[in-house]
């Protein structure tokens, strides 16, 4: 259990890092997962060369995996720099450069639909670019904003990213956002509009 935490942080560390090199963090995910699984299959075989008891051979397998995972992490974190810009980021971008306000702020209603698939997980929520609320399954939060053009973004505990949800409201308008099992649910989703930006922030 111990180990699979560590995986699952590392690889969030190294997509983390990857992506502010401006680097697709596909790549790393799956050098993370090759490089530990691979050095600690390969630390399992020397301990049993070695002819190492049942401990020797878990503790020879763990530190070969460590060690993958150290180059993993510098690997992601002094890669080359590229131009890569993740989805949610360039959505909240192109939402920001959206000078286009509200007369009246319009009321957002987002409720976590409850559902058996990462029942246990909290998920976190922002708006805008702002943390607004985590939430447990089945519970709900109402937020305002002054802004046409919105997005939400939602998160796990491990930071896994959902697609972000960007829209627009009306002024003076309730909309009811659902996501469930760490998605949003347009179909399921009232009073927001499709929208769609250029990079400049203007509705196209």
Known sequence: MLEILAIISLV??????????????????????????????AGFVLGMLMEAEGFGIYLAALL????????SYFAAKYCRPGEY?????KAL??????AEMLETPATLEIIRDKSMAGALAIMNL?????????????ESTIEKTDRKYNILCLTDAYGNEAPPYTFAV????????????GRFRPKATTGTLPVNLDAAGSAV
């Open 12 to 41: 969030n560390v190294n997509k983390k890092n990857a992506l502010e090199r401006g680097r697709k963090p596909g790549f790393f995910v799956g050098l993370t997962f090759a490089l530990w699984f691979g050095l600690e299959f």
């Open 64 to 71: 070969l995996a460590a060690v993958g995972g150290v180059i």
């Open 85 to 89: 810009v993740s989805p949610s980021k």
């Open 93 to 98: 971008s192109e939402v920001l450069n959206s």
């Open 126 to 138: 922002t708006l805008n670019g702002h943390p607004v609320r985590s939430l447990r399954n089945g």
């Open 170 to 181: 009306e002024s003076g308008g309730y909309a009811k956002i659902h996501f469930r099992a």
